[in-house]
């Protein structure tokens, strides 16, 4: 089974369940007169609607790539998840509205045995299906799957406070029915805006996982010819649609040949493991003789700014008679460009002759 027919699959579990649930509690939350069963049947109505649209997205982002998106569609299942994020959060919005209402104008709810049976099981329902829903995103990653079990877990906590509510209802005849119902939307909304901002991060084009990065490093400096590896960026086209480049050093001495073939052992590596598809450009390295010593007073000009985090891509060209690197400056620099300009006077002071290519970059990977 592939990964949409997985998604179709649990997404269309999830709709039973939450219709389920939705009449359980509706039914149940009118005959007590409480609040906040009735907002818990709002909020597994809404998760019904979620697993639709869940659905939709994942037919959709299924489709094969064309001449206007040659990357395919995978960042529609990012699309479908913010649509799911407002509904969530338009829910939470109008259970915060009706338990003001409750709080300035406090029915009186009664609970019998039966509507404390049906949360108990509302509540290991929905507990038992997020932990499921969470562990099958995991394992196909997909975000929208995980953000459902997340949200099946809060359903689960928020059945367990108006079981809470109820209990305290009967015991000792307290109503805090409209204060929970306060909670409970407080809690819905505070996970729709997380749901919200790491899909939002992800179509923005967020930092790229700090393992990923270091483990596909790692792979690359693998490979006896590779002296380094730098640059890296990864772009996300859907969960299973990632693109990505970076740049390798190497021996000088190396043949176009020899690196044609270096460079395509590691495509093939890295898309064998990591499912990524990897442009790869070329430092050369020339440290010695010359080159080294021009390197040496490079790296101790350079050591006097606490903003550089690293310098890549050195090569010194005798016959143009030109120093060239990569400066990487920390994001919180604002002054590249005059620190950029420093340090070309000061190595233009040690060696006036030579021409100085210093090329500004990011610190875009770990």
Do not use: W
């Not at 939450?18 to 069963?37: M, P, T």
């Not at 099958?136 to 108006?162: C, H, K, P, Y």
């Not at 029915?177 to 939002?200: D, P, Q």
């Amino acid at each position: 089974m592939d990964r949409k027919d997985i998604i179709i699959r649990t997404s269309l579990k999830g709709i039973i369940l939450n219709i389920f649930l939705v009449c359980f509690k509706a039914i149940v939350g009118f005959l007590a007169n409480s609040i906040a069963i009735v907002l818990d049947a709002v909020n597994n109505l809404s998760d019904a609607i979620s697993a639709i649209i869940t659905i939709i997205g994942a037919k959709l982002s299924d489709k094969a790539p064309d001449r206007e998106h040659p990357y395919g569609h995978g960042r529609i299942e990012y699309f479908a998840a913010t649509i799911i994020s407002f509904i969530v959060l338009a829910a939470g919005v109008g259970a915060l509205k009706e338990s003001i209402e409750k709080i300035i104008n406090p029915l009186n709810p009664h609970f019998e045995y039966y509507t404390l049976i049906v949360i108990i099981v509302a509540t290991v329902a929905k507990f038992i299906f997020g932990k499921h829903v969470k562990k099958v995103g995991r394992e196909i990653n997909s975000q929208t799957l995980v953000a459902t079990g997340e949200d099946a877990f809060m359903d689960a906590v928020l059945s367990l406070s108006t079981l809470v509510g109820a209990l305290i209802v009967i015991l000792l005849n307290v109503n805090i029915e409209g204060y929970l119902g306060v909670l409970i939307s407080i809690m819905i909304l505070k996970s729709a805006i997380g749901i919200l901002k790491e899909t939002i991060d992800t179509m923005i084009g967020e930092r790229a996982d700090s393992e990923l990065t270091q483990k596909i490093k790692e792979k690359i400096n693998s490979f006896e010819k590779v002296l380094g590896t730098y640059d890296l960026n990864l772009h996300n086209y859907g969960p299973e649609k990632v693109v990505g480049s970076c740049n390798i050093q190497v021996e000088d001495t190396l043949t176009a040949k020899e690196i044609h073939a270096l460079t395509r052992q590691i495509n093939k590596q890295i898309y064998k493991d990591f499912k990524i598809a990897l442009t790869i450009g070329i430092y050369v390295s020339n440290d010695s003789g010359k080159s080294g010593e021009i390197k040496k007073e490079v790296e101790k000009i350079i050591a006097d700014y606490k903003e550089i985090l690293d310098i890549h891509g050195f090569y010194f060209d005798e016959e143009l008679q030109e120093i060239s690197f990569d400066l990487i400056f920390d994001f919180k620099c604002s002054n590249r460009k005059e620190i950029k300009r420093e340090i070309i006077n000061k190595i233009n002071s040690i060696y006036p002759d030579f021409k100085c290519n210093v090329i500004l970059d990011s610190d875009v990977s770990d």
